[in-house]
């Protein structure tokens, strides 16, 4: 019981922090990360000195409140059958999931608003994702240890190493599908599908999600993204040829994947 009591009150407490510094983050990150490669920020009316890029109030506590959400539904999970006591490593793992996601989706709403508000992914924020993948990677060796007991001595090389190449083959699948289809829109229609932000973006995904969660994310982001821009076009809000930002759609859906489905695995 005590346990319980401590995890629920350091998740209110993480996710109540979470929220204010994520604005604060985005409105005083340099102007030069949220600009294409060469460009000046003093050219741009948006990145003006002293400018609120988003309004602390009401987002900061409307963050607050999803991030200690996310917190007490990662680090609660065991307890969802009503016990109040589990077993040491199961609290230590969910715990540590807790953490981790609690940081990947921190990350992912800093690449969200930057993305939505100037069309832009910031490399320095793509790297620190890559790296929050490292606090995963528990839950990947947990997930190899179980495919080893059930494959049994004979079970072969996948499940020998299992979990181990989640994050590789994700980073891997992400990232290349994105490429592909930038490359093919490139040399189909002539113009940029995809940039090249959203490429890096998906491969630092792949990282965090794994193979399942990289390729339900991505193909979810993608059809929504579809939907939006079919109800714009046929609402007259947007044009044949204006370009919408991928982004946010994938960062959502990454998050989407972390707080509902990885609980469960």
Known sequence: MTV????????????????????????????????????????????????????????????SACFMCLCLRLSLIEYSEGRLSVQPEVTTMTTQLAAAGLIACWILLIIALADLKFMIIPDQFVLLLALSSIGFAPLWLAEKAEMEMQAGPDGGLWASLGGFWQPFLGMVIGGGFMLLCALAGKLIFKQNAFGFGDVKL???????????????????????????????LATGRYGKKDQKPLGPYLCGCAMAYIIIAMPLM
């Open 4 to 63: 319980l009591i401590i995890k629920i009150v350091a998740s209110l407490i993480m996710g109540f922090f979470a929220g204010p510094t994520a604005v604060y983050v985005f409105n005083h990150m340099p102007a030069a990360w949220l600009c294409e490669y060469g460009e000046d920020p003093a050219k741009d009316p948006r990145l003006a000195k002293g400018e609120k890029r988003i309004k602390e109030n009401p987002w900061r506590w409307v963050y």
């Open 202 to 232: 998906c491969a630092a995904m792949g990282l965090v999600l794994g193979i399942n969660g990289t390729i339900a994310a991505v193909a979810a982001a993608v059809i929504l993204s579809g939907f939006a821009a079919a109800a714009g």
